[in-house]
């Protein structure tokens, strides 16, 4: 089971019930569950929108994409079904926090799911949750069948003349499918790959239909927000970057965990302070703020809120909340090399300059870190990823070529240290980690 | 079996799948808006129940959702936790991404390597495990981890990591 943490500059909103029993229906609801969405029907979509607008609630996925905006896209006539789908394909690498909303709260997913389907008039939601999460869809499972039971899912929900249906599965195993446009794909039972965007999914999506897609975490955001107010759970944040986020923080950090902080809070506190700062006293060496594919930040670049806007200006993202701590030990072209090896590995093909792009990084990086690396090597890596920027059907291609052009600008003294067959300088510091 | 035919198909209602599993299909086929949504899950559940997803099972699954076997074959080829051959008993899967390799995933992997005799996508002569080095699944506040079968362990040492393969070896003979 994983370890749950605590500091007392947390914001408990999303994770309120983590810990709690809220798995159980009963004890849900005893928790203030499923009041918002009683709250939902009777006061219509055009008041959950402007709640949801309000809150500055902004996609949890990594894009930041304002959530309210988003659901206002969606066209009020349609011919075809609409729908919702929750995507909890959580596959960044340095991110788990979907893991623990799954976990503990699984009917805060179901309510904000029903909340989504109000306010856009869908009448089917999906919750697709990666194929490693098999645990989790059998919590999901039931949450869903007592919701059934109690009639708070199907025809007639809450007593209202409205229907909503859930239907949730797992992927097998694929990080492309997290991107919204080959999650439809796969939902759909074919490969994962990218669609061709416009058309957006609000206006054809699943099945053709207008179709709104949000993060697990976004969605398990929704009826807090209806609860509290949308402008309550604003001023919780920052500037244009409403509430609070689930940071999962990971690597060399003293206390890594999961904790959710206010929007805009501040990245060096948050390792020195909540995590406990670096393990066993080192020095830090660089921080990669918001999963594999946010391009990393030096010591000196971590004195910043951590919110879309502000991380934006550092010159990286705020991705999708995943803050992973590197001590002085790291070797950092073997860390880009691990970086650019999983995007190799999850590249789905489509495109040449990703699936190629990754592939030459991939081999070029192998035989720089083994010693077999020449001088013009490090223009060539960095000039390689930044032509695969911007050039792809979906965010892939950027999200393995960014972090490569940061590690390379921000650490090209470490990748001359492996020039003319020399081992690497850092694997002796490496051994030191595990004593 | 041919890769485009559908005539070798079985006999519509016969089905190589227990009663629950066939069952479970019947009803996952009306779920969706399109049968062939039922596709993914279809091929998940085939794999736990045979261990793998054998030419039968594809067969079976392509004419119950109407599509061919090259459809079939098409997905399933592109999902990492699919696999048309048996593995072990327990298939372990270190992960050794950024956020276990910086607490000692790939250690946790040269340990297994070491303790099992055998590399990744290798299986023991027993046949009670096989290793696998996967990507991110999702435990990185939790590292180092690793999954067996669906099953999550977190904070693993070279030693925790010893009791665990111990714990499945016992669990095994039980």
């Given at each position: ?351 040449i300059p990703c699936r190629e792009g990754t592939d030459w990084l991939k081999k070029t990086l192998t035989r720089f870190h083994a010693g ?64 | ?174």
């Amino acid at each position: 089971m994983p370890r749950l943490v605590s500091h007392p500059d947390e914001v408990k909103v999303v994770s309120r019930r983590f810990g709690r029993g809220a798995t159980n229906i009963d004890r849900y609801i005893e928790l203030d569950g499923y009041k918002a969405v009683r709250q939902a029907i009777e006061k219509g979509p055009e008041w959950i929108i402007a709640e949801m607008k309000a809150s500055n609630l902004r996609g949890r996925g990594g894009a930041g994409f304002p959530t309210g905006m988003k659901w206002s896209f969606v066209p009020k006539q349609s011919e075809k079904p609409k729908y919702v789908l929750v995507n909890g394909d959580e596959s960044e690498p340095g991110t788990c926090k979907d893991h623990l909303i799954f976990l503990h709260d699984p009917h805060a997913v179901i309510e904000g799911c029903i909340v989504a389907g109000l306010a856009v008039g869908a009448k089917t939601g999906f919750i697709y949750l990666r194929g490693e999460y098999r645990y989790l869809l059998t919590i999901m499972e039931k949450a869903i069948a007592d919701a059934y039971a109690k009639g708070f899912l199907g025809k007639g929900i809450f007593g209202s003349n409205f229907d909503f249906e859930i239907i949730s599965q797992t992927g097998a195993g694929a990080y492309e499918v997290g991107e919204e446009s080959a999650l439809m794909e796969s939902l759909e039972g074919k490969r994962g790959i990218p669609r061709i965007r416009p058309p957006f999914p609000a206006v054809v999506g699943l099945y053709g239909g207008p179709t709104v897609i949000n993060n697990a975490e976004t969605i398990a955001s929704v009826s807090h927000i209806l609860n509290m107010g949308g402008e309550a759970y604003a001023k919780i944040g920052s500037n244009r970057n409403g509430g609070t986020r689930l940071f999962c923080i990971s690597g060399h950090a003293e206390r890594p965990g999961v904790y959710e902080l206010p929007m805009g809070y501040n990245l060096k506190k948050m390792i020195y302070e909540v995590a406990g700062g670096v393990r066993g006293g080192r020095q830090l060496k660089a921080v990669v703020p918001g999963g594999s594919s946010t391009p990393v930040l030096l010591p000196s670049e971590i004195d910043i809120g951590m919110d879309f806007d502000q991380v934006g200006k550092a010159g990286s993202m705020l991705g999708s909340g995943g803050v992973v701590v590197l001590d002085e030990t790291v070797c950092m072209v073997e860390f880009a090399l691990r970086t650019i090896q999983f995007y190799q590995h999850e590249s789905c093909g489509w495109c040449i300059p990703c699936r190629e792009g990754t592939d030459w990084l991939k081999k070029t990086l192998t035989r720089f870190h083994a010693g077999g690396g020449e001088a013009k090597d490090i223009d060539h890596i960095q000039y390689l990823a930044e032509n695969m920027l911007g050039r792809t059907f979906c965010p892939l291609g950027d999200a393995a070529a960014m972090p490569t052009i940061a590690f390379v600008k921000k650490f090209r003294q470490e990748f001359e240290d492996h020039l003319n067959g020399k081992p690497c300088p850092y694997a002796k510091q490496q051994e030191l980690t595990l004593a | 079996m041919s890769l485009t035919s559908i005539a070798e198909n079985p006999k519509p209602g016969s089905t190589i799948f227990s009663p629950e599993l066939a069952a479970r299909f019947d009803k996952l086929v009306t779920l969706y808006p399109r049968r062939r949504s039922a596709l993914i899950p279809m091929l998940l559940y085939a794999q736990d129940e045979i261990g793998y997803v054998s030419d039968a099972a594809i067969a079976e699954i392509g004419q119950r959702l109407d599509i061919t076997v090259l459809d079939v074959r098409n997905v399933l080829t592109y999902y990492s936790m699919l696999r048309t051959k048996p593995v072990g008993k327990y298939n372990v899967q270190v992960c050794t991404n950024i956020s276990c390799m910086l607490r000692g995933g790939q250690e946790i992997l040269a340990h297994c390597k070491d303790r099992l005799g055998i590399g990744h996508k290798e299986t023991t002569p027993d046949g009670l495990f096989s290793l696998e080095e996967v990507e991110c699944i999702g435990a990185c506040s939790w590292a180092p981890a690793v999954q067996v079968n669906y099953d999550f362990h977190e904070e693993l040492t070279p030693e925790s990591m010893d009791a665990l393969l111990d714990e499945y070896r016992s669990k095994a003979s039980q």
